[in-house]
């Protein structure tokens, strides 16, 4: 018997582009990105100006010498997951690591975020948050900050109430302000909003705060962290989540297996066995530093320095612009970042505190750059 031959089409229809299969939101939405610009001092990207003590990289090599490579990484990294409790001050089974703290952030919103959730933000803050929350689909609640670009407490409170939000972002320090929030106003948050505040602690070690002592208290926290800033492993890509176990088991469910290789693990583990002797006097100095530069701003004409409690600091151009500010200094093979496409920071740039040579480099290109 033969086959019957199939002479129609299932249906006629017009043939979609790849833009028609992707959602109108996603569609509409800049990526985040950088122009990879080559300089002799970096200060673009909020990095330590340091690289990981030879200490900390000699026990890593030797323990991944020890490691059969042909194996995959732990499924449930317990060690680093108990690593991190004990350096944190909270339980294992409330540690989720990640990918970096972005991909954390990202498997979060992944289980709360369906089309039209609430989330709110107050802008200008990291930009990943309003991405991810868009390209899932939710809606970005937005309550800008008050004119010396401190948040709004109040405010966010009432639009999260408001809204039915299922969370609050805050960075503190704040990127790309250094603006901290303080833990009055958290408890508040908590106290009076049902849903989520997650707190993005990934600059905490340059401020002395830190808001892990709550989580006891209040299951509905959420505390991130990254390895990128202080402890040096910005190339490695570690993060990790500190909430309630109840959670972490459903923010785990949208984590892809084996997302943490075991360098990164191991690398991981001795920071943190290392922080006090190797890499807290660094980040010591960088605090230093920025007292300095703080210092050496106030006898600068034409710019004024938002005080910052991170390792970066935001300053508004009063003479030029922030494109003519990256120019001059990129002339002098220096880059920083022009932050004037933020909203509210159309007069601004931002720089990330460097080594002590690199920071008298910088002053001196503003030094030129203000004379001319």
């Not at 039915?164 to 009055?184: K, R």
Request: aromatic content about 8%; glycine content about 4%; hydrophobic content about 45%.
């Amino acid at each position: 018997m033969r086959k019957a031959v199939l002479t129609q089409p299932f249906r006629q229809f017009t043939m979609r582009t790849i833009q028609d299969l992707i959602k109108p939101k996603v569609r509409k939405l800049a990526p985040y990105t950088l122009t990879p610009h080559r300089t002799r001092i970096k200060l673009n990207q909020n990095e330590n100006p340091f690289d990981m003590p030879e200490s900390v990289k000699t026990e890593v090599l030797h323990r991944l010498a020890e490691r059969e490579w042909s194996r995959y990484p732990d499924f449930i990294p317990v060690q680093l997951q108990e690593t991190l409790a004990r350096f944190a001050g909270w339980r294992a089974d409330g540690v989720l690591v990640g990918n970096g703290s972005n991909e954390l952030i990202q498997n979060l919103l992944m289980v709360m975020v369906a089309e039209g959730t609430p989330v709110v933000l107050s802008e200008p803050t990291f930009t990943v948050y309003r991405l991810m929350v868009e390209t899932l689909g939710g809606e970005v609640v937005n309550i800008p900050p008050r004119a010396d670009l401190s948040y709004d407490l109040a405010a966010i409170g009432e639009a999260a109430c408001r809204t039915n939000a299922a969370a609050v972002i805050l960075c503190s320090p704040n990127n790309p302000t250094g603006v901290t929030v303080s833990e009055a106003d958290v408890r508040r948050l908590l106290a009076e909003f049902d849903g989520l505040v997650v707190v993005d602690e990934a600059y905490y070690e340059f401020c002395g705060q830190n808001f892990v002592r709550l989580l006891a208290e209040f299951p509905r926290l959420v505390v991130l962290r990254t390895f990128s800033k202080a402890m040096a492993m910005a190339g490695l890509r570690v993060g990790y989540l500190l909430g309630a176990p109840e959670l972490v088991i459903e923010v785990n469910k949208a984590k892809l297996p084996y997302n943490l290789n075991f360098f990164s693990m191991a690398a991981a583990t001795v920071a943190v066995e290392q922080y006090e002797t190797a890499l807290k006097p660094l980040v010591e100095l960088l605090i230093a530093e920025r007292h300095r530069l703080e210092t050496a701003f106030q006898e600068l004409p034409g710019f004024r320095l938002v005080p910052s409690a991170a390792n970066f600091m935001l300053v508004e151009a009063l003479r030029h612009t922030p494109k003519e500010v990256f120019e001059s200094l990129l002339a002098e093979s220096i880059l920083i970042r022009d932050v004037s496409r933020y909203p509210l920071l159309e007069r601004y740039f931002r720089f990330n505190v460097g080594t002590p040579a690199e920071n008298d480099a910088f002053l001196a290109g503003l030094r030129l750059l203000s004379e001319r």
